[in-house]
Structure formats: C-alpha cells, structure tokens
C-alpha cells in the first residue's frame, strides 16, 4: 500500500470537485480521473485523520465488480491508465487509487437496491410498512431477508447533507418514465447477480447503492464506486441472525466509536469538526475494509 492520502493535491488537471472519498479531475473534456483518497466520512462528517489503504482497497474491489457486471450494463472506464493522465511526479498520488473514466452527464437519482431491511428501511417499514413507498408484507424484523428485491431510490444531495429517500414516481416526475424504468430494471439485475456472487464468498450485501449517467449518445452507462462496502451494507453470512444488526464489513466500526465520541469534553453533536480518531480505530476500521476485499476476491 501507498502513503495514506486524505486529500490529493494534483495541480496538472483542472479539479472538478472533491467528494467525501473522491477528488474528480478533467482530463480533456470528455475524461475524469477519478481519484479515491483515504478520506472516511460518517454521518455525513469527513474525518480528519485517513484509513490508510482504504482509496486503493475502494478501487480494486470497483474494479473487480466492474469486471463481473458488465454484461449487464455498460459502465464508465475507458480501459486508459490512470497515470497516463498526469506527470510522472504526481503519479504517486494516482497509482493503486484510481479510475480514468468517460465523462458523463450525471443522474440526479442514486439507485438503491435492498434485498434486506436495515437501516432507514428498518426504521421506516416500523412506521408505516412500506419503504419508499413499496409496500412490504406484515410481521418483518429488523435485518429480514425481503421477499424479493426491492428498488428504494433517493434524491442526491450536496456534499455534507443526507440524501432524501424518494417513491419510484417522484424519479419519474424527474427524469421520465422511460429513463427511470431502465434505472429501476438495470439495477435490480446488479444486485441480484452482485448478491449471487456475494453468497459464494459467504457475504450478504444487505443493500447497495448504484449511479448512472447519459453518454453523449443517450445510453445508459453505470458510474462513479460500484459494490463496495462505501456504497453496500456488507454482512457475514456466518453473523447473520434475524431480528438485530448483524456485523459488518463497513465502517459501522467508526460510527459506533463515534456515538460516545466526545469533543471538548461534550458528547459530539455529529457536525463538523469531527473528533481525533485513535489509532486503534484507524486501523480496526482499515482492518474491516481488508476483510472485505480479501474475502470477496480470494
């Protein structure tokens, strides 16, 4: 593994923006180099301090899913090495951690698929039996197995603050019946031929997240992370119990060390600045990503 990078700092290409994990930059007007720091967020709050390892595990693990997926739907590499893009002397900070990839027009939609009940999911099906509108049966537990995939979308919103959950006919009102039916149709197949090769590792992907964009010609292309434990709840299926939170491979980690964090002597109020993570939870974290790839792809 490379030095551990929070925030690159490439002065040979325009940037794009800077993401809670990735620096984006132009390549010419049709390219992006996509770069993924060591940079970890929770509720919605980058970290100061980075996991080292974590840019470079994030993408070989999109990587491989890119490779297994693409039957499915086209996604956004263009094939070009990352370091092709810069000098020799910025290399460094591009090696190991990033994608070249074809610049799109984004959706403004992320494409949630659950094949379980967790999370908000969980929170909301208590409250009126439904998750984004989708009716669910009666009598479901926390971390139940749904009957069958279900697509859950949200609204994407600005760096810092939560994505709205959203009905499949609001993204209608969005983007167009058409469009938001392939978005729908495509992503259910994701991550139902994700989640069949995921149980042969002994892996639940509980829920995940996709996002697409429009190619100059219209067509449909997958982008940006894909299946990693970022973007997907990872579970270990010899954990899983119906009916409480099973273990993950992301950084719940992080979160739960986090809920009795406190900053200048008060319990942190989940803004901005973080507290100084320890080092025992930078590297029990950076542990907790290793398992995951190393499970995955052995």
């Given at each position: 593994m490379s030095d551990p990078l929070h925030t690159s700092t490439l002065t040979s290409l325009p940037l794009l923006a800077r993401g809670k994990v990735r620096d984006n930059y132009a390549v010419g007007d049709d390219r992006i180099l996509m770069v993924a720091s060591d940079r970890i967020s929770a509720f919605d709050v980058i970290m100061g301090e980075p996991i080292p390892g974590k840019g470079e595990l994030l993408t070989q693990m999109a990587l491989w899913w890119f490779d297994r997926l693409g039957g499915i739907c086209r996604n956004h590499l263009t094939g070009d090495a990352p370091e092709s893009a810069v000098p020799a002397a910025e290399a460094a900070q591009v090696r190991g951690r990033s994608m070249l990839v074809q610049r799109l027009r984004p959706i403004p939609v992320e494409a949630v698929v659950r094949g379980y009940l967790a999370g908000s999911g969980w929170k909301e099906y208590q409250e009126s039996?439904?998750?984004?509108?989708?009716?669910?049966?009666?009598?479901?537990?926390?971390?139940?197995?749904?009957?069958?995939?279900?697509?859950?979308?949200?609204?994407?919103a600005a760096v810092g603050e939560h994505d709205e959950n959203i009905t499949f006919e609001r993204t209608v009102e969005m983007i167009g019946a058409e469009l938001a039916g392939r978005i729908r149709d495509v992503s259910i197949a994701l991550y139902s031929r994700a989640a069949e090769i995921a149980a042969t590792r002994g892996i639940i992907i509980a829920d995940t997240k996709f996002e697409f964009g429009l190619d100059p010609q219209g067509e449909l292309v997958l982008m940006d992370e894909v299946l990693t434990p970022d973007s997907s709840r990872y579970w270990p299926a010899e954990g899983y119990a119906e009916g409480r939170n099973p273990p993950s491979f992301d950084k719940q980690f992080l979160r739960d060390w986090l809920e009795t964090a406190t900053l200048n002597g008060e319990p942190w109020n989940k803004t901005a600045p973080a507290p100084q993570l320890p080092?025992?939870?930078?590297?029990?974290?950076?542990?907790?990503?290793?398992?995951?790839?190393q499970r995955l792809t052995a």
């Amino acid at each position: 593994m490379s030095d551990p990078l929070h925030t690159s700092t490439l002065t040979s290409l325009p940037l794009l923006a800077r993401g809670k994990v990735r620096d984006n930059y132009a390549v010419g007007d049709d390219r992006i180099l996509m770069v993924a720091s060591d940079r970890i967020s929770a509720f919605d709050v980058i970290m100061g301090e980075p996991i080292p390892g974590k840019g470079e595990l994030l993408t070989q693990m999109a990587l491989w899913w890119f490779d297994r997926l693409g039957g499915i739907c086209r996604n956004h590499l263009t094939g070009d090495a990352p370091e092709s893009a810069v000098p020799a002397a910025e290399a460094a900070q591009v090696r190991g951690r990033s994608m070249l990839v074809q610049r799109l027009r984004p959706i403004p939609v992320e494409a949630v698929v659950r094949g379980y009940l967790a999370g908000s999911g969980w929170k909301e099906y208590q409250e009126s039996q439904s998750v984004c509108g989708v009716a669910l049966p009666a009598g479901l537990k926390n971390a139940s197995k749904l009957p069958q995939p279900i697509y859950t979308p949200a609204a994407k919103a600005a760096v810092g603050e939560h994505d709205e959950n959203i009905t499949f006919e609001r993204t209608v009102e969005m983007i167009g019946a058409e469009l938001a039916g392939r978005i729908r149709d495509v992503s259910i197949a994701l991550y139902s031929r994700a989640a069949e090769i995921a149980a042969t590792r002994g892996i639940i992907i509980a829920d995940t997240k996709f996002e697409f964009g429009l190619d100059p010609q219209g067509e449909l292309v997958l982008m940006d992370e894909v299946l990693t434990p970022d973007s997907s709840r990872y579970w270990p299926a010899e954990g899983y119990a119906e009916g409480r939170n099973p273990p993950s491979f992301d950084k719940q980690f992080l979160r739960d060390w986090l809920e009795t964090a406190t900053l200048n002597g008060e319990p942190w109020n989940k803004t901005a600045p973080a507290p100084q993570l320890p080092a025992d939870v930078i590297a029990q974290t950076a542990a907790k990503y290793r398992e995951a790839l190393q499970r995955l792809t052995a």
